[in-house]
T-cell receptor
């Protein structure tokens, strides 16, 4: 079983709609959580960190549920430019070992 | 430099050849990471350095893979006797203490 698991999608979302998806992690000692975005054939880039109390950055909202060991990402008012693969990243008890999920593909359609 | 620089961007190797992939991190970034990304998959952790010290190499798939960062700046990932299953994009990232990883564009390795 992989340490970080994601629904691969694709999530097909009409422009302007809301989409949400989760990521589960297996290591209960995990300390830090992030969402990265990866466009086709490009490198991953940080979208946002995920804090224990949940946090929002514009149209993006991230939540952490330590009891059930999952994090979530919600995108409101989807734009065509939001089409990408969203990678869940978890840092365990080894500081430098950032574990990536396989990614969730989001396709926003006109 | 302004960002993480990797070379070569593309490498085609015959099975059994040795390859060396270079990463030049963002100036001043103490931590450096190597990841392997196969098509349709997320990046898989290979190893990371803090300055010149390799603190975790648990992700290296076999003893054919070797990474070094002798002066705490540029790093090289070496793959000996390449196999077809080594075909992937090799991503290098660097970071300061904040934990945000800044990735290079990757080196795409194809083993024939």
């Amino acid at each position: 079983r992989k340490e970080v698991e994601q629904d691969p999608g694709p999530f097909n979302v009409p422009e302007g709609a809301t989409v949400a998806f989760n990521c589960t992690y297996s290591n209960s000692a995990s300390q830090s959580f992030f969402w990265y975005r990866q466009d086709c054939r490009k490198e991953p880039k940080l979208l946002m960190s995920v804090y224990s109390s949940g946090n929002e950055d514009g149209r993006f909202t991230a939540q952490l549920n330590r009891a059930s060991q999952y994090i979530s990402l919600l995108i409101r008012d989807s734009k065509l430019s939001d089409s990408a693969t969203y990678l869940c990243v978890v840092r365990g008890d080894s500081w430098g070992k950032f574990q990536f999920g396989a990614g969730t593909q989001v396709v926003v359609t006109p | 430099g302004a960002g993480v620089s990797q070379s070569p961007r593309y490498k085609v190797a015959k099975r059994g050849q040795d390859v060396a992939l270079r990463c030049d991190p963002i100036s001043g970034h103490v931590s450096l990471f190597w990841y392997q990304q196969a098509l349709g998959q997320g990046p898989e952790f290979l190893t990371y350095f803090q300055n010149e010290a390799q603190l975790d190499k648990s992700g290296l798939p076999s003893d054919r893979f070797f990474a070094e960062r002798p002066e705490g700046s540029v790093s090289t990932l070496k793959i000996q006797r390449t196999q077809q299953e080594d075909s992937a994009v090799y991503l290098c990232a660097s970071s300061q203490a904040t934990g945000e990883l800044f990735f290079g564009e990757g080196s795409r390795l194809t083993v024939l």
